[in-house]
């Protein structure tokens, strides 16, 4: 009787563990809903011609730049923008960075990430909105799609179809045309580390480096991906930027905003019907239909919104149907809607203490970087000490050191370059093949590194240790002078 119950315990036991298994599944599926496809509505106005504007400028420096030249003389580079890794230099039309100078790219970086920061508190994301690659790519999608499948209606209505001849017609041309612009995406930002016309014809001729292939194709799945089939999601689940503006942003930044205190209550309104004891907005939903991200922008601030504006076009060709102001939905800030709750103005304060800081930071930055570049060197000077052996003692007692110099001309033309030595008192350069009337004489070679083996040798006494030592090399032409510290050592006396 006991084993009986103890068996029919443990069967309700299990009937319970798998309804609970079930009911957490299904909060599980609950948790992680399902995409839904969003229809974008073509908006018109202000903002959706600005951002066209944005798109093409955007789009054609991108497309265009690798193909602009800039004549640096025979033998070098001409493409105005260059990564040349083979030459380990960046071109940038008149700016030529060697990769000792890379922390022009770190400054390049920190300025953008100052300017990202000053457009965040001043006008949100205004930067998702219009200059983000995904917005832009995501646009010219959107773009193509519009063309070839109609706008919002006639888009939705084909997605129900059943597939037929005209809707498989009309799919194929849309995905051919949108993996046409992810190959010539993937194709341009190759070109930026190549010359462009050569490259562009080993590409077509099957005779470019099987890396180039692998990076094109890359580019070519990303930008198919993000753009055509992913979109929102990436701004929403991918992009940290949505989370980290918050910290960039205060109650005086503007964003695109759904003024509350004048479009409630809302509801529909018949013409020739009374506005007293009602708010402006009359549920259109046009705001949700035009936004790419699928979202009501009557709901407050929201991680996916990405102040693209054009909910402000879509309100407004509204609200001027309907005889009211525009501006139901406009840029303003979280200060002024507190404000106007307590029967006040409207006040803008873009001058404020971290706008002040983060042009601030910009100007000095940029500061730095362009006296930089107006005082670069063209002539610099490494050196490297042999270390094997650490000295040798000669036949008369005296001591050498070898070393090999890395002589680094950044210029189109060959210079004559004296080496002399200084901090070690009694030591002297040993270069006989060099020395031209008693001076150590070089030629440093046009655009690249010479090198040059050179022997420091110090009298008996100079001590047991390490001794510091500068080399110097100095154009005898310009005059230009760069150094290098170094090291002699010694070992005791036999």
């Known amino acids: 009787m006991t084993k009986v119950t103890l068996i029919d315990t443990t069967a309700r036991a299990d009937e319970h563990s798998i309804e609970a298994r079930a009911v957490n599944s299904k909060e599980a599926r609950e948790l992680y809903k399902k995409r839904e496809q969003i229809y974008p509505k073509l908006a018109q106005g202000f903002f959706r011609n600005l951002k066209w504007a944005a798109m093409i400028v955007l789009l054609s420096i991108y497309y265009i730049t690798p193909w602009l030249r800039w004549d640096r003389g025979v033998g070098r580079a001409d493409q105005a923008v260059l990564v040349d890794f083979e030459a380990r230099r960046f071109f940038f039309f008149f700016i030529e960075l060697w990769p000792q100078e890379v922390y022009y790219i770190t400054g390049l970086l920190i300025l953008a990430a100052f300017a990202i920061f000053l457009s965040s508190a001043l006008f949100g994301r205004v930067w998702c909105g219009y200059a983000c690659p995904q917005t832009v790519w995501t646009d010219l999608y959107i773009y193509v799609e519009r063309a070839i499948e109609g706008d919002r209606n006639a888009r939705m209505r084909l997605d129900k179809e059943p597939w037929s001849l005209s809707k498989l017609g009309k799919k194929l041309s849309k995905h051919i045309a949108w993996i046409a612009i992810a190959a010539a995406t993937g194709g341009a930002w190759v070109f930026y580390f190549g010359d462009a016309p050569t490259l562009f014809r080993e590409i077509f001729t099957g005779q470019a480096d099987p890396v180039v292939y692998l990076f094109i194709g890359i580019l070519t799945f990303t930008t198919y991906a ?31 905003t759904y003024r509350v205190d004048r479009g409630e209550p809302r509801g529909a309104h018949k013409k020739h019907e009374s506005w007293e004891g009602r708010g402006d907005c009359i549920d259109c939903r046009q705001c949700v239909a035009v936004c790419p991200q699928g979202i009501d922008i009557r709901d407050g601030d929201q991680l996916e919104c990405i102040n693209c504006a054009l909910c402000i076009d879509a309100c ?60 670069r060197q063209t002539l610099d000077l490494n050196v490297i000490r042999d270390r094997s052996p650490p000295f040798v003692r000669l036949a008369d007692g005296d001591i050498r050191n070898d070393y090999a110099l890395k002589l680094i001309n950044m210029t189109d033309r060959a210079r004559q370059v004296e080496i002399t030595l200084d901090g070690l008192s009694g030591a002297r350069l040993f270069v006989p093949a060099l020395e031209v009337e008693g001076r150590v004489i070089v030629e440093a070679k046009p655009d690249t590194v010479t090198n040059v083996r050179i022997h420091v040798v110090a009298p008996s006494d100079v001590g047991e240790g390490s001794h510091p030592l500068r080399f110097m090399i100095r154009d005898t032409n310009s005059n230009d002078v760069a150094t290098s510290a170094s090291a002699f050592l010694a070992g005791s006396p036999p």
Not at 327 to 344: P, W
């Open 316 to 375: 407004d060709e509204i609200m001027k149907k309907v005889g009211r102001p525009t501006g139901l939905i406009a840029y303003d800030s979280y200060a002024n809607v507190e404000r106007r709750k307590q029967g006040k103005g409207g006040v803008y304060r873009l001058i404020r203490s971290r706008t002040v800081l983060y042009g601030t930071l910009m100007a000095l930055v940029a500061a730095f970087m362009i006296y930089g570049l107006a005082t």
């Open 226 to 256: 993000l753009a055509g089939t992913m979109r929102e999601q990436v701004c929403t689940y991918m992009c940290p930027w949505p989370r980290i503006q918050a910290a960039m942003i205060d109650k005086d930044a503007l964003s695109v």
